[in-house]
């Protein structure tokens, strides 16, 4: 009876491993992480609401994703963040309009302006119903991640991410945004 179950789960064993290394495959190919990256500290992380290019159906939405995004951050162990009140104060104030902050230097001034160490920048490229499915509520998205030096305008971390989701976009945004960050390392464990 043994050797009967030992096949299937060797077998098992095998396809979660192979799993795995394509997983990681994944991810590697769709990160990079600058070197000036110190993975020894803690940043601060201005998170600005993410853009589009014309790619949102429910832009209340958004807001749902730039939470997300905040919790997925804090979670790594590498992030702590600022206030939105904060950041929305700043980007009236400064005049910013989120469709402008779409470049490392753009990003940088304003993380000064809240003393962040670093700004989170998200723009979704894409979200789409596949007729495939026959379902309204079906999405699936792209989206890319940078996180940008509040002092140099260097780009820290690159990502992109892919998401689906029957549940609607914000479903598939949070899903595409994990992807796109889990090259970050976590600390401690996360």
Request: charged share 20%; proline share 4%.
């Amino acid at each position: 009876m043994r050797s009967k179950l030992l096949l299937p789960a060797l077998l098992l064993l095998a396809g979660c491993a192979a799993m795995q290394q394509m997983q990681q495959q994944t991810i590697a190919q769709n990160t990079a992480i600058s070197p000036n990256f110190d993975q020894n500290r803690i940043y601060s992380l201005a998170i600005l609401p993410p853009t589009s290019n014309g790619a949102i159906d429910e832009a209340g939405n958004i807001e749902g994703l730039r939470e997300f995004a905040g919790m997925t951050m804090i979670k790594t162990g590498r992030f702590t963040e600022v206030e939105r009140s904060r950041i929305d104060v700043a980007l009236k104030e400064q005049e910013f309009g989120t469709s402008g902050i779409v470049d490392p230097g753009t990003a940088a001034r304003l993380g000064k302006v809240l003393g962040a160490d670093a700004v989170l920048l998200t723009t979704i490229v894409s979200t789409k119903n596949d007729p495939f499915f026959n379902d309204p509520k079906q999405r699936e998205t792209e989206l890319n991640v940078r996180i940008v030096s509040s002092s140099t305008a260097e780009v820290l971390f690159r990502g992109r991410g892919q998401g689906s989701s029957f549940n609607g976009e914000l479903e598939a945004w949070q899903s595409a945004f994990a992807m796109s960050v889990a090259g970050i390392p976590r600390k401690g464990g996360n």
